[in-house]
């Protein structure tokens, strides 16, 4: 075991350690999953999901790999959008997650054009220049090594092909007392009650602050080769969405 360290949550760790924590926060919290997207964000994470892939610029036919897509949100507005000569992946390093995924898609009778994938976001396992559409949505902070990670996902779009990343950001100052009331004290009661989990919803806040805010994140996107990047808050900046282009 090597001496470097990484973050999870406010917790420092072992690197090689760091992916088998989040492994059990998302096994653990997988069943009821969506239900407590629903309830900790009043049901708006719906709502910031849809308006990410409005931006994508999807059209009928394109290849897209919905990266951490964990219970399918993405991939089940992708994959309407692409329709039946595209192709949507919905990958997860976490097998729960895929799992709780690739049900609730059947249960919808969205086949045919969604094939599944345990994959490791820093280990891509597809060749160069796949893809016209890589998404991300709130689980690039959870990843080990987010640079290694977007340098893959540039390398497997093609040309002309985009990241999307929807990741929870630095709010505006005003909304910072109360956001982090919220995080930390209604969050776990709830992840309590519900999840029958206190501490993973606690790592998710303090996951949260310890990722890069909007600028640093847009500076990685570029330091990984994109071009064009930009961002843009929702929700007063809770929430942002990064854009890149591979040309």
């Known amino acids: 075991m ?3 360290t990484t973050h999870f949550g406010f917790r420092d760790v072992p690197v090689e350690e760091k992916a088998r ?6 096994d653990s919290v997988a069943d009821r999953y969506d239900l407590m997207n629903d309830l900790m964000s009043f ?6 999901k849809r308006y990410a892939i409005n931006m994508a610029g999807l059209q009928p036919g394109q290849r897209v790999l919905d990266l951490a897509g964990g219970t399918g949100d993405l991939t ?3 994959a309407h959008r692409v329709g039946p000569q595209g192709h ?16 609730r898609l059947l249960d919808d009778g969205i086949t045919g054009n969604v094939t599944f994938a345990r994959v490791d976001a820093e280990q891509l396992p597809f060749r160069d220049s796949t893809f016209d559409l890589i998404t991300i949505a709130f689980g690039l902070r959870n990843v080990t090594d987010k640079q290694r990670a977007l340098d893959a996902m540039y390398r497997a779009l093609k040309p002309g092909g985009r990241l999307l990343v929807l990741e929870f950001s630095r709010p ?5 007392p109360a956001y982090d009331f ?17 501490a993973s919803y606690r790592y998710l806040a303090e996951s949260i602050r310890k990722h890069p805010d909007q600028e640093t994140l847009r500076g990685m996107l570029q330091q990984a080769g994109f071009e064009d ?4 808050n929702l929700s007063g900046g809770i929430v942002a969405i990064h854009r890149g282009y591979r040309f």
């Open 43 to 48: 049901g708006i994470h719906r709502l910031w």
């Open 21 to 26: 924590h989040v492994r059990e926060v998302f």
């Open 229 to 232: 990047c930009d961002y843009h």
């Open 2 to 4: 090597s001496d470097k």
């Open 172 to 176: 505006a100052g005003a909304l910072k």
């Open 76 to 78: 089940r507005l992708v």
């Open 182 to 198: 919220y995080s930390f004290t209604v969050l776990p009661v709830l992840g309590r009650l519900v999840a029958k989990d206190a």
């Open 88 to 103: 949507v992946v919905l990958s997860d390093i976490n097998a729960a997650m895929l799992a709780n995924g690739r049900a």
